[in-house]
């Protein structure tokens, strides 16, 4: 059984993602709190099952910024100032999809990614590290068997010019 701590590591969405999750969800079609979770559950296929304790403080500190309401049977919408914030994120999406475009059509995308998932791999094992004393042997066992099969799997990945990456 994973802990608590080791299911939000592990989370398949990154920071910041369920405000702008939540915000585009409102802005289609209102929703209650356990709507919202049953969608994210649905749409992701079970990969992201955002909890009670994420989603209910979240809509509190939204109705706070005044981006969404709350209308009667217990739905939320978006309000206009929401709807605003909304199509900001969006433009901010596309923005950073350009960018993401620009850097695949570049040569050195092989390396990139490489350093990319190197400071991942680094990042997640300085967290586990940090709370290794939390965690019993067997979650600390799974998480080495994770971290070297990571590194196994970049040693592997073949690079333009047809050799292996070798990492050091």
Known sequence: MQSEWIQRVGSSVPRGFSR??????????PHTGKELIDFAIKQ???????????????LGR???EKLIQETTGGKYKTTKRGNTTADDLET???????????????????R???????ER???LGSILSE?????????IEKYKKFLK????KMENQPSKKGKNVKID
């Not at 702008?20 to 079609?29: A, N, P, R, S, V």
């Not at 992701?44 to 979240?58: A, D, N, V």
């Not at 990139?112 to 190197?118: G, Q, S």
């Not at 099969?149 to 196994?152: A, D, L």
């Open 20 to 29: 702008h999750y939540i915000l585009e969800t409102l802005k289609k079609k």
């Open 44 to 58: 992701t296929e079970g990969k992201w099952k955002p909890s009670p304790g994420l989603i209910y403080p979240l």
């Open 62 to 64: 939204l109705l706070d």
């Open 92 to 110: 901010i999406n596309k923005i950073v999809k350009n960018q993401l475009d620009v850097l695949f059509r570049i040569s050195n995308v092989g």
């Open 112 to 118: 990139f990614v490489a350093l990319d998932m190197i």
């Open 121 to 123: 791999v680094y990042t």
């Open 131 to 139: 709370n290794a004393a939390q965690m019993s042997k067997e979650e």
């Open 149 to 152: 099969s990571e590194i196994e």
